[in-house]
Structure formats: C-alpha cells, structure tokens
C-alpha cells in the first residue's frame, strides 16, 4: 500500500462549484498533515495545514479523519486561479524525518 | 520572508558529465531536501541533510551525492548523468522538528535538466 494516495484528477469544474480532494495515509502514528498547492512549472507552496478539529482559510476547508486514516480538502466558489495541482502531506512519525507527499491531484476550474 | 534559490532554471547537460545543481536558503534552516518530479510520479526525495556535512538517503539515491559544507548549502552532484536523470529537481529546507513544532518545507523554483 502507497503511504500517501490521491486520485490523480483530473477534476473539471466550472466557476463557483464546490470540489472536494481526499487523501488517505498508511501510517496511523502520523503526527502532522498538509495541502500544497503546485501551479503548473513551479514550485509547490504551503496552501494550509489541517488540525485535528479541522480549520478554514476563506474558500478553503480542511479536515482530518484519524479513524479512516485520511484528510480531505474542500474549495467552495472555485475561482479560474485555483487551478493547480494540489498535494497531500503528511509527517509520519514524530521525529525529525522527511514529510510524505502524495502525488497530487489536478484541478481545472472553468470559466 | 523564506528564500530557497537554485544556481540554475534550466539547464543542458550530455550523458557521462559530472553535474553540480546548488541550492541555497536563507533561514538558518537545519534541514535540506533534494527531490525530482517526473509526470505520473511526483516528488520523490533523493536525498535529504539534517545538519552540516551530515546526509541521508532518500527513496532514490542511486546515481546522486549531496554535499553539505555550510548550513545554508545543499549541493546536488549527478557524478555521469544520464538520460534517465532528466528531470525536474526542487530543492527544500526547514527547520529542525522538534516535539509539538509544525515545520512547513520551502521549496526553490526548480530546475530542468535535460540530459542529451
């Protein structure tokens, strides 16, 4: 089993909808997770961190499932600029160790 | 505001040369991290450092080395590239993790090697 798994996308959505992204990890001792964000020839960027009792950022909600062993991004009113390609995270363990990326997944908001 | 460069954005190379990509972060960070990105792969670290001149393998060290002489250096050597080493490669940095810290990993813009 892959540690980090994302369905690859990609998703098309027109202007405004509502899309959701889930991620699911391999190791229940994970301590910490993430959503990066990677527009298309850069570099990927910190979009926000998710906490255990979930946490908001304008559009963008994030949420953690310890029992199900995954974490989910919601974007509400997708703008044409939220599309990327958007990485799931996760540190899995607590020492000092390199986090694990998922392989991503594409979003095309449409106008 | 966090800072991660690379020597170069693109960069041409023929197969059996020696080739250095530098990376540098102005944070103080403890950690370096060299990753590629292939299509269909995603990112997945060659290599990482925790410390000056101290090195780990990551998932794919075969045909790479790292050097760190200073915290805020992290060089890259392919020591022949290949065609098969053509690819995109992001460096990172962070801080040390310690109990109850929230590191967020910085990356630099890349560079594309192509390998002729």
């Known amino acids: 089993r892959k540690e980090v798994e994302q369905d690859p996308g990609p998703f098309n959505v027109p202007e405004g909808a509502t899309v959701a992204f889930n991620c699911t990890y391999s190791?229940?001792?994970?301590?910490?997770f993430f959503w990066y964000r990677q527009d298309c020839r850069k570099e990927p960027k910190l979009l926000m961190s998710?906490?255990?009792s979930g946490n908001e950022d304008g559009r963008f909600t994030a949420q953690l499932n310890r029992a199900s062993q995954y974490i989910s991004l919601l974007i509400r009113d997708s703008k044409l600029s939220d599309s990327a390609t958007y990485l799931c995270v996760v540190n899995m363990n607590s020492g000092n160790t390199p986090l694990v990326f998922g392989k991503g997944t594409r979003l095309s908001v449409i106008a | 505001d966090v800072k991660v460069t690379q020597s170069s954005r693109y960069l041409v190379k023929r197969t059996g040369e020696k080739v250095f990509l530098e990376c540098v972060q102005d944070?103080?960070?403890?950690?370096m991290f060299w990753y590629r990105q292939d299509p269909g792969l995603g990112l997945r670290l060659i290599y990482f450092s925790y410390d000056v001149k101290m090195k780990e393998k990551g998932d794919i060290p075969e045909g790479y080395s790292v050097s760190r002489e200073k915290k805020e250096r992290f060089s890259l050597i392919l020591e022949s590239a290949s065609t098969n080493q053509t690819s995109m490669y992001l460096c990172a940095s962070s801080l040390l993790r310690t109990s109850g810290t929230r590191e967020t990993q910085y990356f630099g813009p890349g560079t594309r090697l192509l390998v002729l």
């Open positions: 998710v906490y255990s």
């Open positions: 190791n229940s001792a994970s301590q910490s």
């Open positions: 944070m103080d960070h403890e950690n």
